[in-house]
Structure formats: structure tokens, C-alpha cells
């Protein structure tokens, strides 16, 4: 199929960490910086949601008088630091971006509306968002796939560390085999498939939003997913 008019890269936390422990690798974040810009330049419109797992996860933070929506609004602080840190990035490559929130954060970073985001889109920015979507309880994968329909983009990058779904785990079966293309009803069905929430795989097959998942990390992969081409693993 031909290259997509607008799509959602969802990027983690923790590869945004890239050689570090925590916090964020700026040497990574130039590189990424510069694979998305020739995604751009093709014409193709890109948004972005950031985890925040470099931080803070909200899931591993409840517990121990930490209660669970407390927990969770941390971990939308902590994607804040990435879309904030990760624009200053694009924007000093000459790569345009502009950082929204879904929570509300006045003095650092404008606030998420739809059309403001749109307008930006149509700028040719890439517009990063952070916050998650602004409630407890729900992951950015569910999150991003949320944002990718309100948007309009045609189909949701999802990044990982690895190249694509497999059968089981590669990183500790040698046999495992990858799958390149699979359908919703199975990644929501089959238990073994992890690489992304079934809250976020449900709402993707609900309303038929193709979903990539592919290693960010492979020089030109951002922009061969953004064209249609075969990368990773198609899942719809």
C-alpha cells in the first residue's frame, strides 16, 4: 500500500533512556529526531506520544500509601519530561515540534485541544504529546491508540525493542518465530502476545486502525512503516 498520510509513533519510556538507566539519552533522541524528519519530508504527518517508564511507571509506584491514582498522575508527570525534553531535541536539529499536555500544566507546556494539534499537523510540526490521556488507570499504549483516532492518523507505529511479534518470547526462545502479519482478533485473543495492552489491541480492532509493530531503532525503519512498507509485525 502507498505511504500514510498522518501517523501515531508511540515511543517508550525506556527506549527513550536508550543507554542510560533512566532519564533521557539526548545523543538518541537527535538520531530519532532525524530519522522522523525524513518521515516529514515525505510528506507524511507525525504525532507522538511519550512514556514515561524512564521515570516513573504509575503500575510499579502503587503500594506502600501510594495510592493508585496518585501513582498513575505521576507517571503522566513523568511523560511531560520526555515530550518537553524530546521537542527541545527536534527543534534544535531543525526538526519543528511542539510539545501538548492532556493534563494541565500552564507554565511548561501548552495545553492538548484537538485543534491546536491539527493546525500544528498542518504546519508540518510534529507534535508530541504527553499525559498520557489524562486519567488514571489507563496505559499510553491505550492512550496512544485513543489519540491516533481523534487525530485521524492512519495507523499507529507501535515501537519496541524487538523487530516484530513472535510466537514466544525471542529474548528467551531461540526457536521463536516472527509473526509478519496477524489479525486483531488474534493479538487480543492469545495471551502470549504482550507487546502492547488489550485495552489498546480492543480499541484499535474496534474501529480498524492498523497497527505496526517494529524496532524504532533500524536506520530508515520509522520511515519505511510510515510508507507501507513490510517492517515489523501488522497487526489488522
Known amino acids: 500500500m502507498g505511504a500514510y498520510k498522518r501517523v501515531l509513533l508511540k515511543l517508550s519510556g525506556e527506549q ?7 532519564g533521557i539519552d539526548a545523543e538518541l533522541a537527535t538520531w530519532l529526531a532525524k530519522e522522523i524528519a525524513q518521515v516529514v519530508a515525505s510528506e507524511t504527518q507525525v504525532v507522538i506520544m511519550v512514556g ?10 502503587a503500594g506502600h500509601g501510594i495510592g493508585r491514582v496518585t501513582a498513575d498522575n505521576v507517571g503522566m508527570l513523568a511523560t511531560m519530561m520526555n515530550a518537553l525534553a524530546l521537542a527541545d531535541v527536534f527543534n534544535n536539529v531543525g526538526v519543528a515540534a511542539r510539545a501538548l499536555t492532556n493534563i494541565k500544566a500552564d507554565q511548561v507546556a501548552d495545553q492538548f485541544t484537538h485543534r491546536r494539534a491539527v493546525s500544528d499537523l498542518r504546519k508540518g510540526r510534529v507534535v508530541i504529546v504527553a499525559g498520557g490521556i489524562g486519567r488514571p488507570y489507563l496505559t499510553t499504549d491505550t492512550a496512544a491508540v485513543s489519540l491516533a483516532l481523534e487525530l485521524d492518523c492512519e495507523a499507529v507505529l507501535k515501537a519496541t525493542k524487538v523487530d516484530g511479534v513472535y510466537d514466544k518470547d525471542p529474548a528467551k526462545f531461540a526457536d521463536a518465530v516472527k509473526i509478519d502479519h496477524m489479525s486483531f482478533d488474534e493479538a487480543v485473543s492469545n495471551g502470549a502476545i504482550k507487546v502492547m495492552d488489550k485495552a489498546a489491541l480492543g480499541l484499535a480492532m474496534e474501529h480498524t486502525l492498523p497497527t505496526i509493530v517494529f524496532n524504532p531503532l533500524t536506520e530508515k525503519n520509522i520511515l519505511r512503516a510510515a510508507a507501507g512498507e ?7
Open 230 to 236: 513490510p517492517v515489523g509485525t501488522k497487526i489488522g
Open 16 to 22: 527513550l533512556a536508550g543507554k542510560y538507566d533512566a
Open 52 to 61: 514515561g517508564g524512564n521515570y516513573a511507571r504509575g503500575a510499579q509506584l
